[in-house]
């Protein structure tokens, strides 16, 4: 079960779930997307998936999200909500687990944002799960450019549907990042959803290829 948190921050105390798993080698940062807070099924079915394979988690939310809002806090808040949150996790995390930060869409790239602006000691990676790189409909490549600036190792999760994030854009400038990886789901979209026929859950694979990568990391 995830414990219901508050996670001090410059902007005031935001609301987190922190899922302790014994034996996890990892706590993983976990912000959630523009579109659904921190409790939607994704965020829960990942923080499950993680938990089985012994990954704790410590996710955070943008107060809009908790107001009911539509539209998400801004990108500059929230990139110091993302700094806040990793900071907070240094205080919970158990002496034998370390670091690692991203999340869902929006909150993996403001991590990463964060991350690259400054470096946080405390974070030894970072993993997306669906990268955001481009508006739906609109392709390009800016939103990635601050990846080069990261100088630790990077795992992206992508669906090969995405249509946030075209997948001939995304494969070179991973492939350009010494320290990043990509793994596609084939049909999923975004929010990392398959159709029925695809055989297999999403969220497990996504699992897998997260664990996989913390795993290398020493």
Same mark, same amino acid.
């Given at each position: 079960?995830?414990?219901?948190?508050?996670?001090?921050?410059?902007?005031?105390?935001?609301?987190?779930?922190?899922?302790?798993?014994?034996?996890?080698?990892?706590?993983?940062?976990?912000?959630?997307?523009?579109?659904?807070?921190?409790?939607?099924?994704?965020?829960?079915?990942?923080?499950?998936?993680?938990?089985?394979?012994?990954?704790?988690?410590?996710?955070?939310?943008? #107060? +809009?999200?908790?107001? =009911?809002?539509? $539209?998400?806090?801004?990108? %500059?808040? !929230?990139?110091?909500?993302? *700094?806040?949150?990793?900071?907070?996790?240094?205080?919970?995390?158990?002496?034998?687990?370390?670091?690692?930060?991203?999340?869902?869409?929006?909150?993996?790239?403001?991590?990463?944002?964060?991350?690259?602006?400054?470096?946080?000691?405390?974070?030894?990676?970072?993993?997306?799960?669906?990268?955001?790189?481009? #508006? +739906?409909?609109?392709? =390009?490549?800016? $939103?990635?450019?601050?990846? %080069?600036? !990261?100088?630790?190792?990077? *795992?992206?999760?992508?669906?090969?549907?995405?249509?946030?994030?075209?997948?001939?854009?995304?494969?070179?400038?991973?492939?350009?990042?010494?320290?990043?990886?990509?793994?596609?789901?084939?049909?999923?979209?975004?929010?990392?959803?398959?159709?029925?026929?695809?055989?297999?859950?999403?969220?497990?694979?996504?699992?897998?290829?997260?664990?996989?990568?913390?795993?290398?990391?020493?």
């Amino acid at each position: 079960m995830s414990e219901p948190i508050q996670i001090p921050t410059p902007r005031g105390a935001i609301a987190g779930l922190h899922r302790d798993v014994r034996g996890a080698r990892w706590l993983y940062v976990f912000g959630h997307g523009a579109g659904a807070g921190m409790s939607h099924a994704f965020m829960e079915a990942m923080t499950e998936a993680l938990a089985q394979r012994r990954i704790a988690t410590l996710r955070w939310e943008q #107060p +809009a999200m908790t107001a =009911g809002k539509r $539209r998400p806090d801004p990108p %500059a808040m !929230v990139e110091v909500l993302a *700094r806040s949150a990793c900071a907070y996790a240094q205080s919970i995390a158990r002496k034998t687990q370390r670091l690692c930060a991203g999340g869902k869409s929006m909150g993996g790239r403001m991590t990463s944002r964060a991350q690259a602006a400054a470096a946080m000691p405390a974070i030894e990676a970072l993993v997306f799960l669906g990268f955001p790189l481009h #508006p +739906a409909g609109e392709p =390009g490549t800016e $939103r990635a450019r601050h990846l %080069a600036d !990261v100088a630790i190792p990077m *795992r992206c999760v992508q669906g090969t549907r995405d249509a946030l994030a075209t997948p001939s854009l995304l494969r070179p400038i991973v492939a350009a990042l010494p320290r990043a990886t990509l793994v596609e789901l084939d049909g999923a979209d975004h929010g990392l959803d398959v159709p029925k026929k695809a055989g297999f859950d999403p969220s497990e694979r996504a699992a897998d290829a997260v664990a996989a990568f913390l795993t290398g990391c020493g």
